[in-house]
């Protein structure tokens, strides 16, 4: 499955490598995070991450395959 997880602001690089296994992109004060999960354990696991680095997340949403 491949997930979009949207935070407000923009990710400074060292934020940004601590999730490794996602891309990202930079956009109108968001930064928004997309790439495969692998099961809804690893989506948490993001989730949690971003909560515990102090991230808003705005949104977070299912992509199409």
Same mark, same amino acid.
């Given at each position: ?14 934020? @940004?490598?601590?999730?490794?296994? =996602? ?5 109108? *004060?968001?930064? #928004? &995070? ?6 809804? @354990?690893?989506?948490?696991?993001? =989730? ?5 680095? *102090?991230?808003? #997340? &705005? ?7």
């Amino acid at each position: 499955m491949r997930y979009e997880i949207r935070v407000e602001g923009h990710l400074s690089r060292t934020l @940004a490598n601590a999730f490794p296994e =996602l891309e990202h992109v930079v956009m109108s *004060g968001q930064t #928004v &995070l997309f790439g495969t999960v692998i099961d809804e @354990a690893h989506l948490y696991g993001l =989730l949690t991450r971003c909560q515990s680095l *102090g991230l808003r #997340v &705005l949104e977070m949403r299912q992509l199409p395959e």
